[in-house]
């Protein structure tokens, strides 16, 4: 199991000695991950390192040491990506208040009609969070936690370049596709291969 334990993460005197040079490599790492999807819908896809990261900083902030590390590290465990499985945040972001409270009050459950597109396959997303991201009323949250699994043989169709993948939206008051580009691909890649352990074929 791919996991992170409590000595992956750094001291916070260390972590803060260092916290520059380790917010431009996190956010050089983001940048090849982050997907535009129609006009307010961010995808950006995880890994490890970018939960350490997440996890380093909320021990900055918040300061609670030994026992929020731990509290932290078990929060961020559905996150991290296990075998042939793509992961990533979803973050619906509007900077006018009314128009972002109207949106997310028409888009309740859009993380289940989130997919990846492989050729002629969909891989739906499913979510990571054991709490509903939807209220009763039908609005949604504007962050989702959602991860993709592929089939080997969905695995050897996403590592074949030549082949195009396509996140799509399709909600009745949001429908975008964005294809990824073979930089984030390539990325990707690396990711299913370390969930597969040095053993990988």
């Known amino acids: 199991m791919n996991q992170i334990l409590p000595d992956d993460i750094q001291p916070l ?14 956010l050089a790492v ?14 950006l896809f995880e890994n490890k390192k970018t939960l350490l990261w997440q996890i380093q900083e909320m021990v900055r902030i918040e300061k609670g040491g030994a026992e929020q590390i731990l509290d932290e590290i078990e929060a961020y465990t559905p996150m991290i990506p296990q075998m042939r499985e793509i992961v990533a945040t979803l ?22 009609k989130v997919s990846l ?11 990571t969070d054991d709490h509903p991201r939807t209220t009763e009323e039908g609005k949604t949250s504007a962050v989702h936690f959602i991860k993709f699994f592929l089939t080997p043989d969905q695995m ?15 909600h009745p008051h949001y429908d975008y596709a964005e294809e990824l580009p073979n930089t984030m691909r390539t990325a990707l890649i690396e990711d299913l291969k ?8």
């Not at 940048?31 to 819908?41: A, E, H, S, T, W």
């Not at 972002?100 to 009050?105: D, E, T």
């Not at 370390?194 to 074929?201: E, N």
């Open 156 to 170: 050897k169709n996403f590592e074949d370049l030549s082949e195009k993948v396509i996140l799509k939206v399709a």
């Open 13 to 26: 005197p260390l972590f803060l000695e260092n916290r520059t040079i380790f917010q431009k490599e996190i």
């Open 117 to 127: 597109e492989i050729g002629e396959e969909s891989i739906f997303a499913k979510s």
């Open 194 to 201: 370390t969930s597969l352990g040095k053993d990988h074929s």
């Open 91 to 112: 973050l619906i972001e509007i900077d006018d208040p009314e128009l972002r409270k109207h949106l997310l009050g028409q888009l309740g459950h859009v993380d289940e």
């Open 30 to 43: 983001k940048k090849q991950r982050r997907l535009q999807v129609g006009p307010f819908m961010t995808v």
